[in-house]
Nanobody, 123 residues
Framework: QVQLVESGGGLVQAGGSLRLSCVDS????????MGWFRQAPGKEREFVAV????????SYADSVKGRFTISRDNAKNTVFLQMNRLKPEDTAIYYC????????????????WGQGTQVTVSS
């Protein structure tokens, strides 16, 4: 059973950086593609980034491409989201998720979700 715990969120000024982490405490991590999603108040959850189980393939939402980088360390059962040049519109709760299928941008394809971590970007 995958158990995901996110950390690293917080308050940052526009233009700043944050690094989110997501640990799989059940240690089944390497079997899954891992994604990051976010949900802003009053909006639907949206895809941010995904990485394959090996780390060899990644995909990003257009809104974060060139600013965010997803990576993983299978030895530490952890996936990261490095967020640079943050904008106020990046403000949201960020969730990591695990998918047993191929990498995908569709939330419905993810089997397990973390509880989320709040990211707030001030202007």
């Amino acid at each position: 059973q995958v158990q995901l715990v996110e950390s690293g969120g917080g308050l940052v000024q526009a233009g700043g950086s944050l690094r989110l982490s997501c640990v799989d405490s059940a240690r089944t991590f390497s079997r899954y593609a891992m994604g990051w999603f976010r949900q802003a108040p009053g909006k639907e959850r949206e895809f941010v980034a995904v990485i394959s189980w090996s780390g060899g393939s990644t995909s990003y939402a257009d809104s974060v491409k060139g600013r965010f980088t997803i990576s993983r360390d299978n030895a530490k059962n952890t996936v990261f989201l490095q967020m640079n040049r943050l904008k106020p519109e990046d403000t949201a709760i960020y969730y990591c998720a695990a998918s047993s299928t191929v990498i995908t941008t569709f939330a419905s394809a993810y089997n397990y979700w973390g509880q989320g971590t709040q990211v707030t970007v001030s202007s």
